[in-house]
């Protein structure tokens, strides 16, 4: 390969690359859930929600971005208890059926019942499902088929937006 193909080359991805940057980044932030947010039993506003949360679990349960991963200390938290949507409180997995998948996010084989919603989410060039709380859409993560049974599915959640409460002995 000439240096001028491969300069044209890398310039011609550099460019796709960018395009395709500038696509993700100009997108609206409002996703799905803002414009269904008249259908959740808890809405607030935009102020109401950054006054409530720290602005990362803003950035995750309003904007549904995605926290670092084995940054959560609740990807460790090993005591019996029941896991609560950070914005409204509303109790959504049981440690019971948490499990470490190895992929550094708190894993759950299955939701409480009545707790989460979920819907198609086809960014990032792939098809996942997106869950959520049911009661005010907060985004906790992605749900996959890899995970282990009586399921065999992988609720892979951003600790960041939920909170824990112990089993009381």
Wanted: glycine share 10%.
């Amino acid at each position: 390969m000439k240096r001028r193909e491969f300069l044209y080359g890398g310039t011609g991805a550099i460019a796709l690359l960018a395009g395709g940057a500038a696509f993700w980044a100009s997108r609206p932030v409002a996703t799905a859930h803002a414009a269904a947010e008249g259908n959740f039993e808890i809405t607030k506003t935009e102020a109401e929600w950054r006054a409530l949360l720290t602005p990362n679990q803003f950035a995750v349960l309003r904007e549904e971005a995605t926290e670092r991963p084995f940054t959560s200390p609740l990807n460790d938290e090993k005591r019996a208890g029941i896991f609560h949507c950070a914005g409204c409180d509303l109790p959504v997995y049981s440690s019971e059926a948490k499990y470490d998948s190895g992929t550094g996010w708190p894993s759950f084989w299955e939701s409480l019942p009545n707790a989460i919603g979920t819907m198609e989410d086809n960014s990032l060039f792939m098809r996942r499902t997106e869950c959520h709380c049911r009661r005010c859409g907060g985004h906790f993560g992605h749900i996959f088929n890899d995970g282990p049974q009586p399921t065999g599915k992988r609720h892979c959640i951003n600790g960041i937006s939920l909170s824990f409460k112990p089993a009381q002995a």
